[in-house]
Structure formats: C-alpha cells, structure tokens
C-alpha cells in the first residue's frame, strides 16, 4: 500500500484549447505510463477518447490516469474547458487536493480563464500555474504574467523564466535553484543543466528578488529575515513556497510546450516537490447519517475508509461505471456502505481508469481516484463508507441548466430514446427531463446548446437511437380582463330525441393562480340537480382548449345563475356543450388577453460588459430589478420574457467573450403587448 504522503491528485484546470490535454499526454509519456505521446488534433490523445471529444477536438468529460514518478504515485483528472461542460471542472475542483492551472502564451488570460480561476480560489485549492504554448507564434510569457496578476484571484510567482519564446523557446532558468536548463529535442522529455544566458542575468535578479518577497510575505518569521538580510536560503525558500501553495496563498508558475514535450520533466519533480499530499491537507468534516453532529476523517489509511463518489459514466456494455475519490482508510474487498441511501453495496472489482482503459487493482487508500461498476443504488453526490463508522460527505451543487429543448425521437422510438436519456441523467447532473404540460412537450434542459447536442450524438454512438432537438413552444396563457353575461344554449332536433341545454353564466377575473372557480347560484328548478356539474364540465374543457389561439385560459371565475330544460330532450352532454358555447362567448365580451411566463434572471458579468448586457436585456423587453456587485463581478436581477431569452446561453458568451453566467428561474405571467399577442395569434391561426 501507497505511503499516503507519496500520493497526489491533481485536476488540470484551464480555457478551452488551452493545452490542458496536451500538457497531461506529455506528463504521461515522461513519466513512462504510455509509450507514445499522443496528441489532441490527430485523436490519438489517450485522454480524449470518445469520438465526440475527438471529432471536436476538445475535452468534454473529466478523463482519468494515473503515473509514478520518483516513488510517487499521481492521480491526473483532465478537465473541460469549454462553458457547456463546467459542471465536470467545478467537481473535479471539489474532490481533488491540487491543480494544475494552465493558461496559453499566446491567448492569455481569456472570460473561461478567469471562471476557472474562481473555482480554484473558491475552494482554496493549491495549484501550479503552467502557461503552455510557448513553442507558438506570438507567445508572450511577460504579457501572460501581467495578465493573470491583474485579472485573476490567484497571486502567481514566477518560478521558471523561459529561456526564448516561439521557435526559438528552448529551456527555462529554475529560480529556486538559480540554474538554467536546456530542453532535449528528440520530444523525450528531459533536460540537461547549462549555464544562465548573459542576457537574462538582470532579469533572473529581479525575478529571483519578487520569488524571495513574496514567499517572505506569507510568513512571519521569514519576512523577518528577509528584510533584515535581504535573502532566504535555498531550503527557507523551498519549504516556505511549499507552505504557502499549501494554503493557497501563492501559486508557482512554471512553462511549457507539451506537444514537443518541453517543460514535463521539470513539471513532474515540481508537482512532487511542492503540491501537497492528501495528508498534508485538513481532516475532512461530514455528518452523521443519523444524528445532526459533525463528524471528521483525517486522511490517513488507519482511519476507517470513506469516499465521495463525484462522477458516474453510462456504459452500455459495461453498465453504470460510478467513480469516488477515497478520502480515508483503505478500500479492499467486495462491499461498502453508502450513507446516503442507508444501504450497503456489492462490488466485483476495483478499478484505476487510464484513460478508456481499467486497472483492476485489489485495494485502494487515500487520495486515490478509483471507480466500481454496476451498482445498484449508488449515484453521484452519494458517500461511501465503512458501516461501523459512517460519515455523509457535503457534495458540491451541480450547475444549474441554462436552456431547454424538445426532445423526440427521429424514427418515433421514444420509449428507447427516453430510457436512453434516464440513464444519462445518472451520468450528468446537469441535465433535467420535464413536461411541459400546458403545451404537451418533453422539454430536455441542460447548460447549452452544445452540451445538449453532445448528448444527442452520444445516445446516438451508444444506444442506437437518434433525438431530435426543436426550439420549445411557449407555453402561453389567455385569461380575460372584464365581466360578462352570457347565455349558452344548445338546441339540436334531428328526428328522434334532440338535445337541449340551456345556461345563463356570469364571468368575471380572480386572482392569478386561482384556476377557475365555479359556483352554482341556480335558484328553484330552472335546471336540475343533475344537470348542473355538466356545466361546469364544459366551461373547464373549453378553459383548457383555450379561445384566442388555443392555449389554456386561467383565472376565471363563472357563476352559473340562470338556464332551462327539456323534459325529454336534455342531457348532460347538452348541458357540457351549453357551458362551452357560453364561456367562449362570454370571454369574447369580458376581453381576452394573452399572458406570457415571464422568467427572473440573475446575470454575473465583468464590469466592462454592465452597459452591452443592459442594453440587450432591455431589448428583449426586459426590466431591471436591481444590481449587486462583487470582486471584479456586477450581478444583474432582471425579468425577462421567457420567449425571448431561449437563445440567451449563446448570445451572452458572444457579449462577455465567454465570462458571462447565468442562472434562470420562473417568476410569474404578465399580458403579452397587443402588438406581440396579434402576432402569435396570427402564427397559431397559420399553423392551424
């Protein structure tokens, strides 16, 4: 067994098409755990292996390895960078005990850049800063720099100056050490020692010089001796930017180039030398399944074993794959307990993922990233335990879905598609299946389009059977906005016995909410007992069908006060076809409306997109309700009509070059403008 301290995991962090899978492949190839370094353009990446990833060429689901180097064993999570899949990062960013935050030369520091940043320093997580791309054209390390010191929350210190940038980016001076080292070009990995370049001689100082400051500043002790002296030892500077990774307060930035593989070895001996093992990290505090009492675990493998499963793949061969990251004890045999449901679970073999591949391995221990398949109850969020010491770990919030369409399938196998659809609701919390049932639609809700449409492709590629995706109707209401008396009769003589129905009705609004209230006012016999539920019958039914354009009307109350009967030819149907013709005339002259959802929705962005944001919302005919600020942060509270928001996931990326986010609840119904109401009438009336 794994020497707990010996271990590392680590989540790779960073903007799309920033070099995180590159940079991983690289680490790998260095490390001797795959035998060729693959890359992400060709698909021959071994962390992007599902061909939606590989058509894409990019990462959409957190991927999972494993390497030794120098008798320590890493846990590698890579991590999406793309907006639709951020839930796996903020998870990732939750369980794991350090990041690697990578940030490419040449784009810098970009909106997806700095909600990765937030995850990181929300959950106080340590993390190397490696700014990757420094092979291609336009690579500025300095411009880099500045840029994640002025716009990010993560303090960087410059550990590795690179010696060249584009084509002529060939080594790095290692600043703690205050020795220069030269990349082989055979793509091996290593590095050979050389002497400082001449003309990097200042500038090494003055690096060398902010490294010992700012380490200094985050102890007491040090910042002493360094005012005094001027200078830290080597092992003062070592063991004081371990510390302060450790409590988040600086993080090392080192270079890269991973696809010529320049930059892995140095990065390999760094995770070892200053990312923190689990059991360096504080006890981890749950609760008692059973007692409302804090209950902790220190990350040691004489605890008893517990873990927090934080990710389930849908496999339609291998079933239900459920992945947890052990926090204590260790993990052996062929059962567990999980708290969260109160029951024990059956397991036939642990396994290391590595890539698309499994590792059975007999027994796990802290820090590790290890994953089951097929059990029964066990889903994402749930925690994992010994019985005889159980403990219910806090799981991090999904995201919530920002956008919604309507799901059908393509050649009508619904049945299929949906349980296709259940089983991936296990696999992404993100994503949620509704009704719609005012206009009779499945809605499938998830953070955007893309996301929706991977999805789409992947039930495809596993479960045989294709979804179709439409823009949801909305589901409006008509409802009435005066009083009127009416009468409803119905009179039909066809030889035989006829039908006769005969109602007088008063209607008049209430309250949103209300539904429709009837009462029956009817005095003597003027239209029995029997007859008189029918009515009511037929003013519902009419209600539901809707009068302007078919949608459902709401908030009526109808009192029925006068009517008469046939002794022979009345009935109930007669009676339910009265109540209907009577309603609908009665709506006519009381005035119709239509009525709109309206959805109340909280906008984050940065302070220079407050003006183009306002000025959209407003022309969706929206209303500001207020504004918040935070750090680098205004938060926009508007009402916005939902008809005109369903594309707003896409549109608010292209406002705020990705660092825009939102979230969108319902709020309430309000009367569509004539103007708007005519046009939808028109297109209902069209269709028809």
């Given at each position: 067994m794994?020497?707990?301290?010996?271990?590392?995991?680590?989540?790779?962090?960073?903007?799309?098409?920033?070099?995180?899978?590159?940079?991983?492949?690289?680490l790998?190839?260095?490390?001797?755990?795959i035998k060729?370094?693959?890359?992400?353009?060709?698909g021959?990446?071994?962390?992007d292996?599902?061909?939606?990833?590989?058509?894409?060429?990019?990462?959409?689901?957190?991927?999972?390895?494993?390497?030794?180097?120098?008798?320590?064993?890493?846990?590698?999570?890579?991590?999406?960078?793309?907006?639709?899949?951020?839930?796996?990062?903020?998870?990732?960013?939750?369980?794991?005990?350090?990041?690697?935050?990578?940030?490419?030369?040449?784009?810098?520091?970009?909106?997806?850049t700095?909600?990765f940043?937030?995850?990181?320093?929300?959950?106080?997580?340590?993390?190397?800063?490696?700014?990757t791309?420094?092979?291609?054209?336009?690579?500025?390390?300095?411009?880099?720099?500045?840029?994640?010191?002025?716009?990010?929350?993560?303090?960087?210190?410059?550990?590795?100056?690179?010696?060249?940038?584009?084509?002529?980016?060939?080594?790095?001076?290692?600043?703690?050490?205050?020795?220069?080292?030269?990349?082989?070009?055979?793509?091996?990995?290593?590095?050979?020692?050389?002497?400082?370049?001449?003309?990097?001689?200042?500038?090494?100082?003055?690096?060398?010089?902010?490294?010992?400051e700012?380490?200094?500043?985050?102890?007491?002790?040090?910042?002493?001796?360094?005012?005094?002296?001027?200078?830290?030892?080597?092992?003062?500077?070592?063991?004081?930017l371990?510390?302060?990774?450790?409590?988040?307060?600086?993080?090392p930035?080192?270079?890269?180039?991973?696809?010529?593989?320049?930059?892995?070895?140095?990065?390999?001996?760094?995770?070892?030398?200053?990312?923190?093992?689990?059991?360096?990290?504080?006890?981890?505090?749950?609760?008692?399944?059973?007692?409302?009492?804090?209950?902790?675990?220190?990350?040691s493998?004489?605890?008893?074993?517990?873990?927090?499963?934080?990710?389930?793949?849908?496999?339609?061969?291998?079933?239900?794959?459920?992945?947890?990251?052990?926090?204590?004890?260790?993990?052996?045999?062929?059962?567990?307990?999980?708290?969260?449901?109160k029951?024990?679970?059956?397991?036939?073999?642990?396994?290391?993922?590595?890539?698309?591949?499994?590792?059975?391995?007999?027994?796990?221990?802290?820090?590790?990233?290890?994953?089951?398949?097929k059990?029964?109850?066990?889903?994402?969020?749930?925690?994992?335990?010994?019985?005889?010491?159980?403990?219910?770990?806090?799981?991090?919030?999904?995201?919530?879905?920002?956008?919604?369409?309507?799901?059908?399938?393509?050649?009508?196998?619904?049945?299929?598609l949906?349980?296709?659809?259940?089983?991936?609701?296990?696999?992404d919390?993100?994503?949620?299946?509704?009704?719609?049932?005012?206009?009779?639609?499945?809605?499938?809700?998830?953070?955007?389009?893309?996301?929706?449409?991977?999805?789409?492709?992947?039930?495809?590629?596993?479960?045989?059977?294709?979804?179709a995706?439409s823009?949801?109707?909305?589901?409006?209401?008509?409802?009435?906005?005066?009083?009127?008396?009416?009468?409803?009769?119905?009179?039909?003589?066809?030889?035989?016995?006829?039908?006769?129905?005969?109602?007088?009705?008063?209607?008049?609004?209430?309250?949103?909410?209300?539904?429709?209230?009837?009462?029956?006012?009817?005095?003597?016999?003027?239209?029995?007992?029997?007859?008189?539920?029918?009515?009511?019958?037929?003013?519902?039914?009419?209600?539901?069908?809707?009068v302007?354009?078919?949608?459902?009307?709401?908030?009526i109350?109808?009192?029925l006060?006068?009517?008469?009967?046939?002794?022979?030819?009345?009935?109930?149907?007669?009676?339910?076809?009265?109540?209907?013709?009577?309603?609908?005339?009665?709506?006519?002259?009381?005035?119709?409306?239509?009525?709109?959802?309206?959805?109340?929705?909280t906008?984050?962005?940065?302070?220079?997109?407050?003006?183009?944001?306002?000025?959209?919302?407003?022309?969706?005919?929206?209303?500001?309700?207020?504004?918040?600020?935070?750090?680098?942060?205004?938060?926009?509270?508007?009402?916005?009509?939902?008809?005109?928001?369903?594309?707003y996931?896409?549109?608010?990326?292209?406002?705020?070059?990705?660092?825009?986010?939102?979230?969108?609840?319902?709020?309430?119904?309000?009367?569509?403008?004539?103007?708007?109401?005519?046009?939808?009438?028109?297109?209902?009336?069209?269709?028809?």
């Open positions: 794994l020497e707990t301290n010996m271990v590392r995991n680590i989540a790779i962090v960073g903007h799309n098409n920033c070099g995180k899978t590159s940079l991983a492949e690289a790998l190839y260095t490390a001797g755990k060729r370094l693959g890359k992400v353009d060709n021959s990446s071994a962390m292996y599902e061909e939606e990833e590989i058509s894409r060429n990019t990462t959409i689901n957190s991927s999972f390895h494993n390497y030794t180097w120098k008798k320590h064993t890493i846990f590698l999570v890579d991590t999406p960078g793309d907006d639709n899949f951020l839930n796996e990062t903020l998870f990732a960013t939750k369980v794991c005990d350090s990041a690697i935050f990578t940030v490419g030369a040449v784009l810098g520091v970009k909106g997806q700095i909600k940043a937030n995850f990181i320093a929300d959950a106080r997580l340590p993390c190397i800063i490696t700014i791309k420094m092979d291609r054209e336009r690579a500025n390390f300095e411009k880099t720099v500045t840029e994640i010191q002025e716009q990010l929350p993560i303090k960087p210190v410059v550990i590795q100056l690179p010696i060249g940038a584009e084509e002529n980016f060939k080594g790095f001076v290692d600043l703690l050490e205050n020795k220069a080292y030269l990349y082989a070009d055979d793509n091996s990995g290593k590095m050979s020692a050389a002497d400082i370049p001449a003309d990097m001689s200042e500038d090494v100082e003055i690096y060398r010089e902010s490294l010992m700012s380490v200094a500043e985050t102890d007491d002790e040090l910042i002493e001796k360094f005012l005094e002296e001027g200078e830290l030892t080597h092992a003062e500077l070592v063991e004081g371990k510390n302060a990774v450790l409590s988040a307060d600086i993080a930035v080192t270079v890269s180039a991973a696809p010529l593989n320049k930059g892995s070895e140095s990065l390999l001996n760094t995770i070892n030398e200053l990312l923190p093992s689990p059991a360096d990290k504080p006890d981890r505090e749950g609760t008692h399944p059973d007692k409302e009492e804090t209950v902790t675990r220190k990350p493998v004489d605890e008893k074993f517990s873990a927090l499963v934080f990710k389930t793949m849908a496999d339609p061969y291998a079933g239900r794959l459920t992945i947890f990251r052990v926090y204590s004890g260790i993990l052996s045999g062929d059962s567990f307990y999980n708290s969260s449901k029951t024990s679970e059956r397991f036939g073999q642990l396994y290391l993922l590595e890539g698309k591949d499994q590792k059975p391995v007999d027994k796990v221990g802290p820090g590790a990233m290890v994953a089951v398949a059990l029964k109850e066990t889903v994402t969020g749930d925690s994992l335990c010994d019985a005889s010491a159980p403990i219910v770990y806090p799981c991090p919030e999904p995201l919530k879905p920002v956008i919604s369409f309507a799901v059908s399938a393509k050649q009508g196998d619904e049945e299929k949906f349980s296709s659809i259940t089983k991936m609701l296990d696999e919390r993100t994503l949620k299946l509704t009704r719609e049932q005012n206009t009779g639609e499945v809605l499938l809700s998830g953070v955007g389009q893309i996301h929706l449409e991977v999805l789409s492709s992947k039930i495809k590629r596993k479960y045989g059977v294709e979804m995706l823009t949801p109707k909305i589901p409006y209401r008509e409802t009435i906005k005066g009083k009127a008396r009416v009468q409803g009769k119905h009179k039909k003589q066809s030889g035989g016995r006829g039908q006769y129905g005969d109602c007088w009705i008063e209607i008049e609004p209430v309250e949103s909410g209300s539904g429709l209230i009837f009462e029956d006012k009817i005095v003597g016999g003027v239209i029995p007992q029997t007859y008189r539920p029918a009515v009511e019958k037929g003013i519902q039914e009419a209600m539901e069908k809707g302007l354009a078919g949608y459902p009307v709401v908030d109350k109808a009192v006060v006068d009517g008469s009967f046939h002794n022979v030819d009345s009935s109930e149907m007669a009676f339910k076809i009265a109540g209907s013709l009577a309603f609908k005339k009665g709506a006519q002259e009381a005035g119709l409306v239509m009525l709109e959802p309206i959805m109340e929705i906008v984050k962005i940065g302070k220079d997109n407050v003006g183009d944001v306002m000025g959209d919302l407003n022309s969706r005919r929206g209303k500001v309700m207020g504004m918040d600020s935070e750090e680098n942060f205004e938060i926009i509270n508007a009402q916005v009509p939902m008809a005109e928001i369903q594309t996931a896409n549109d608010l990326t292209s406002m705020t070059g990705g660092l825009g986010s939102f979230s969108i609840n319902f709020s309430h119904y309000e009367e569509v403008p004539g103007m708007i109401a005519e046009k939808i009438i028109a297109a209902t009336n069209t269709e028809e």
